[in-house]
C-alpha cells in the first residue's frame, strides 16, 4: 500500500493466434509515440478500449460491496523489525524505510516457510465473514512476487523453502468457494529490480523513479517495466483462471508512454475490473481508492472503494495491537454502503502464514451480523436522505413501486420513537429486519415518520429497519 500519510466480474482467459495477433495490434497501436504526441493520453485509450463495458463489468462489484484485502509477502519474516528497531511506520515498507540492502532483505525469504497456509480456510473466513471477492498482494513494492513468475527467481516458489504458489492455490479456491478473486500489483515501485521506482517516505507519490540506496538498483525504469512488470501482469492475467480484480499501486514515475505498455493486456481478462492507480494522473480505471478513510459524502457519479486496515499496519507487524474494535469496522461497512461505496477489509497474515487471532475474531463476528442482516448491504445504494440521520445511517433498494430503505440504527432512541427524515412516496411497510416484527408509524408535524420501536436496541452495534416505500422515495 501507499504510505500511511497519502492518503475485483470473473473473465475467461483468452488464448491462442488470434487473441495473440489482437494483443500484438493493441500494442503497437498504443505505442509510445502515439502517446507522446498527446493524440492518445491514457484516460482516452482506457475509455476508448475499456469505457463502453464499465457499466456491465461493475454489476457484481455493486452487488458485493464489501471484500477481503490480504497484505502477504516476506516481510511477513521481519514483522516491522530491523536490527532490533520496531518500526514505526508500515510493515510492507521496512525494506524502504530502513534501506536495507536489495541482498540484505531478499535473505529474508529463505526464512519464508509458510507451512501452516490454508487456502481453503483463507477463503472460508472471508466468506464466512459476508465478503464477496478477495485481493491479495500479488507483488508489493519489495519486488517480491507471491506467484511462480518466470521472469526470475525472486519469487516465494523460486526463493524459498516452501516450494507453494498460493495466488494459483487462493485464485482456485475462491472459484470452489464463489467469490471472485483479484491480485494487487506493484506496477512501478520495485526495490529490488533494477530501474524499479522507489518513492521516498511522505513524499508526492507522482514523483520519479529516483531515490535508489542501493547500487544493484540502478537502472531505467523502462527497461524494469519491460523486462519485470509487464511480463509478470500478463502472466496474472494469463496463467490464473478468471481474475476478477487488478489492484494497482503507487504510480511513481508512471509516465502515458509506461502506462501504454500495461493497458492492451487488460483485454486478456475482458471483465477485469481495474483501479485508478495505475498512472500517476489517476485518469484510467474503474473505481477510485480512498485510503484509511471514508469520504464524508461519498464520491458522487464514481464507484469507490475504502481500503482499510484493521489495525495500523497492511503487512503484518508482531507487535501492533491496536486493533479496531468489531463496532468500529461493522459501522464503517455501514457508512460506507450508506455513501455507495465498497469497504476492502486488510488482513495481514504472519511468515507462517496464519490469519492474526483478532483478525479472525472480528471477521467472524461481522459475520454474524451479515447473516442476518446482509440484504441492507448488498446490492445497496447511497442514502436518499440529504443530510445522515443523527441515529445512523440509510442504505437503499430501488423497486418497481419505489423503492426499499433500511434504517441502520446506531443510537437506539430511548424513548421508543424513531424519526425518520421526511420521504416522497407512501411508507407502506416497517418492520425490524432481524426478527420481522411490524412497527407502528405517525407522522409528526414537520411530515416526518415516526417509528414505534421496542425500548431495548435489537443489536448493541446497528439494529435495522426495514421500509417499504411506494413512488419516488426522495428524501424532502
Known amino acids: 500500500m501507499k504510505n500511511l500519510s497519502t492518503v475485483v466480474i470473473a473473465g475467461a482467459v483468452l488464448a491462442g493466434i488470434a487473441h495473440s495477433s489482437l494483443l500484438a495490434a493493441d500494442m503497437a497501436t498504443n505505442a509510445s509515440p502515439a502517446v507522446a504526441s498527446g493524440a492518445n493520453d491514457p484516460g482516452t485509450l482506457w475509455k476508448r478500449d475499456y469505457g463502453a463495458s464499465h457499466e456491465k463489468r461493475m454489476e457484481w462489484w455493486r452487488e458485493a460491496r464489501f471484500g477481503m484485502f490480504i497484505h502477504w509477502g516476506v516481510y511477513s519474516v521481519p514483522a516491522g523489525v530491523y536490527k532490533g528497531q520496531e518500526s514505526k511506520h508500515i510493515g510492507e515498507w521496512l525494506m524502504r524505510d530502513y534501506n536495507i540492502p536489495v541482498s540484505e532483505y531478499a535473505d529474508y525469504a529463505k526464512q519464508f516457510d509458510p507451512e501452516k497456509f490454508d487456502a481453503k480456510a483463507w477463503v472460508k473466513l472471508a466468506k464466512d465473514a459476508g465478503m464477496k471477492y478477495i485481493v491479495i498482494t500479488a507483488k508489493h513494492h519489495d519486488g517480491f512476487a507471491m506467484f511462480h513468475t518466470k521472469t526470475d527467481g525472486y519469487n516465494i516458489y523460486d526463493a524459498t523453502p516452501w516450494k507453494h504458489d498460493p495466488i494459483k492455490e487462493l485464485a482456485n479456491e475462491a472459484r470452489k468457494q464463489g467469490l471472485k478473486f483479484g491480485v494487487y500489483y506493484s506496477q512501478a515501485q520495485d526495490w529490488h529490480h533494477a530501474g524499479g521506482a522507489a518513492a521516498k517516505r511522505n513524499a508526492d507519490m507522482n514523483i520519479d523513479a529516483g531515490n535508489h540506496w542501493d547500487p544493484t538498483q540502478e537502472g531505467t525504469m523502462d527497461d524494469y517495466i519491460d523486462k519485470v512488470a509487464v511480463p509478470q501482469v500478463k502472466e496474472l492475467l494469463s496463467n490464473y483462471g478468471p481474475i476478477s480484480v487488478l489492484w494497482w499501486d503507487t504510480p511513481v514515475g508512471m509516465t502515458p508512454e509506461r502506462v501504454a505498455k500495461f493497458l492492451p493486456l487488460l483485454k486478456l481478462q475482458p471483465a477485469l475490473i481495474t483501479n485508478n492507480r495505475l498512472d500517476s494522473k489517476k485518469t484510467t480505471g474503474d473505481n477510485e481508492t480512498p485510503e484509511q478513510k471514508i469520504p464524508p459524502t461519498g464520491i458522487p457519479g464514481k464507484d469507490w472503494e475504502t481500503c482499510m486496515t484493521m489495525n495500523t499496519t497492511w503487512?503484518?507487524?508482531?507487535?501492533?495491537?491496536?486493533?479496531?474494535?468489531?463496532?468500529?469496522?461493522?459501522?464503517?461497512?455501514?457508512?460506507?454502503?450508506?455513501?455507495?461505496?465498497?469497504?476492502?477489509?486488510?488482513?495481514?497474515?504472519?511468515?507462517?502464514?496464519?490469519?492474526?487471532?483478532?483478525?479472525?475474531?472480528?471477521?467472524?463476528?461481522?459475520?454474524?451480523?451479515?447473516?442476518?442482516?446482509?440484504?441492507?448491504?448488498?446490492?445497496?445504494?447511497?442514502?436518499?436522505?440529504?443530510?445522515?440521520?443523527?441515529?445512523?445511517?440509510?442504505?437503499?433498494?430501488?423497486?418497481?413501486?419505489?423503492?426499499?430503505?433500511?434504517?441502520?440504527?446506531?443510537?437506539?432512541?430511548t424513548d421508543g420513537k424513531l424519526v425518520v427524515p421526511a420521504l416522497e412516496g407512501k411508507v407502506t411497510s416497517a418492520k425490524l429486519l432481524a426478527s420481522g416484527k411490524k412497527l407502528g408509524m405517525t407522522v409528526d408535524a414537520n411530515g416526518g415518520l415516526v417509528l414505534s420501536v421496542p425500548v431495548t436496541a435489537p443489536d448493541k452495534i446497528s439494529s435495522t429497519i426495514k421500509l417499504e416505500v411506494k413512488g419516488a422515495g426522495q428524501s424532502q
Open 315 to 413: 503487512g503484518y507487524k508482531s507487535f501492533d495491537h491496536n486493533w479496531k474494535s468489531t463496532e468500529t469496522l461493522l459501522r464503517n461497512l455501514i457508512d460506507i454502503a450508506s455513501k455507495g461505496g465498497n469497504y476492502l477489509v486488510n488482513v495481514g497474515p504472519t511468515s507462517e502464514g496464519v490469519i492474526p487471532a483478532p483478525s479472525v475474531e472480528r471477521l467472524r463476528e461481522i459475520g454474524a451480523w451479515m447473516k442476518v442482516t446482509g440484504e441492507a448491504i448488498y446490492g445497496t445504494t447511497a442514502t436518499p436522505f440529504k443530510e445522515q440521520p443523527a441515529w445512523g445511517r440509510c442504505t437503499k433498494k430501488v423497486t418497481k413501486s419505489g423503492m426499499t430503505l433500511y434504517l441502520h440504527v446506531f443510537n437506539w432512541p
